[in-house]
């Protein structure tokens, strides 16, 4: 049965990611956007129970009724949960009461699944397992700010290597014709509620980049005192880096003279090929602005996407995460998944590193707030 087959597949890839890991690197919470990864163990697993389980599979027993406070995310629907700042204090559940807690849904998931399903139901098992990869790419993300941010800096593994190579171009950029472009999810396959509602939107001629832009073309813009110009940024974006004193990337340290940075094998000279990454918003306009150059919206970079390469990085775009044209939230809870969040954030394309294979398509609408950068996000210039 192939959703059976799918469902162990993605839980298996949760362990695998969180494999390398310390018993005491499961606990850690060091920022409110970052959440132990014993945290999404729990709550990848109360989905399952919550949505499918104890609804729709008589005779099933309830792990253990406190669970719902302790991993419900953000869904009001479902009742009170631990707030996000508090999760990093959850020294109990154990990391390993958490184990049992996945062994006892996943055994109980086996059998559920060979049951009769209906069609709604089986969407929304589909639904669970896309939700399970987005938080594998969370588990990617707060495993190297965690340990990133260890003083020691330790590695997270030897065998996961950093191995940009540029594919081959002609042409720097990609020149666009104005016209009419078909915007948004088409085909019978899985995807999220916010890539519904395919629109047609008319575009002004323009260029973008074959290319995300690269460590040493980054580093350009600090040498030339990018970060000290005000000219250069929003006036929200200058006072975030005013206020937090920043003056590089995210893990950019200056080290006896060079510029190195942490990434799975620890702390490592930049490699100026590779394309920058956790870079802001705010540090992406900025940059482009120095260039001369600006983001693409999100359209734009769709209706291109098919002519440069992408997946290394997500790419910031000029456009604010609104819903698309006859866009209507989910009754429930499921509703909350992704419409309220439609307010003070800006929409990223593409993909990066750890991003799951399903998940690399030119219709995903990825969104995060201008300041944040501890997701794997680039740049590509447009004009």
Same mark, same amino acid.
């Given at each position: 049965m192939q959703l059976k087959n @799918?469902?162990? $597949?993605? =839980?298996? =890839?949760?362990m695998h990611i969180c494999a390398p890991l310390k018993t005491e690197d499961y606990v850690v919470q060091p920022v409110v956007d970052v959440s132990p990864p014993k945290w999404h163990l729990g709550h990848t697993t109360w989905f399952f129970e919550t949505f499918l389980l104890k609804p729709h599979f008589p005779g099933y027993k309830e792990f253990d009724p406190n669970y719902n406070f302790v991993f419900n995310s953000y869904y009001e629907t479902v009742g009170a949960r631990v707030i996000r700042t508090d999760r990093g204090n959850l020294s109990r559940p154990? +990391?390993?009461?958490?184990? =049992?807690?996945r062994e006892h849904v996943d055994k109980a998931m086996q059998a559920f699944l060979d049951t009769p399903l209906s069609d709604e139901l089986k969407t929304l098992v589909v639904l669970g397992l896309n939700h399970e990869e987005q938080h594998q790419e969370l588990l990617y993300t707060d495993i190297k700010f965690i340990l990133g941010h260890n003083p020691l800096m330790p590695a997270y593994s030897d065998t996961l290597v950093d191995n940009y190579i540029a594919p081959a171009t002609e042409k720097p950029f990609v020149e666009m014709?104005? %016209?009419? !472009? @078909? #915007?948004?999810?088409? &085909? @019978?396959?899985?995807? /999220? @509620?916010?890539?519904?509602? =395919?629109h047609t939107v008319y575009l002004q001629q323009y260029s973008i980049a074959s290319q995300p832009v690269t460590n040493g073309e980054y580093l350009e813009f600090m040498e030339a005192g990018g970060y000290t110009d005000f000219r250069h940024w929003h006036a929200e974006g200058w006072d975030w880096v005013k206020k937090n004193e920043v003056k590089a990337p995210l893990y950019w340290?200056? +080290?006896? %003279?060079?510029?190195q940075h942490y990434n799975w094998q620890g702390l490592q000279p930049i490699n100026e090929n590779e394309p920058v990454c956790? #870079?802001?918003?705010?540090?992406? $306009?900025? !940059?482009a602005a120095w260039k001369g150059f600006r983001l693409p919206t999100e359209f734009e970079w769709e209706a291109a996407s098919a002519q440069f390469s992408w997946g290394q990085r997500w790419e910031w775009t000029e456009s604010a995460y609104l819903p698309y044209p &006859? /866009?209507?939230?989910?009754p429930g809870a499921i509703g909350e998944y992704n419409g309220k969040f439609m307010v003070s954030q800006m929409v990223l394309r593409g993909g990066s590193e750890v991003t799951p294979p399903n998940h690399s398509r030119d219709t995903y609408r990825n969104f995060f707030h201008p300041s944040l950068r501890w997701q794997f996000t680039g740049i590509r210039l447009a004009k």
């Open positions: @799918d469902f162990n $597949t993605v =839980r298996k =890839r949760s154990a +990391v390993e009461d958490v184990m =049992r807690y014709e104005a %016209g009419l !472009y @078909d #915007i948004g999810y088409k &085909g @019978d396959g899985f995807c /999220f @509620d916010n890539e519904l509602g =395919r340290h200056h +080290v006896d %003279g060079k510029w956790h #870079i802001s918003y705010y540090e992406a $306009t900025a !940059y &006859g /866009f209507v939230k989910a």
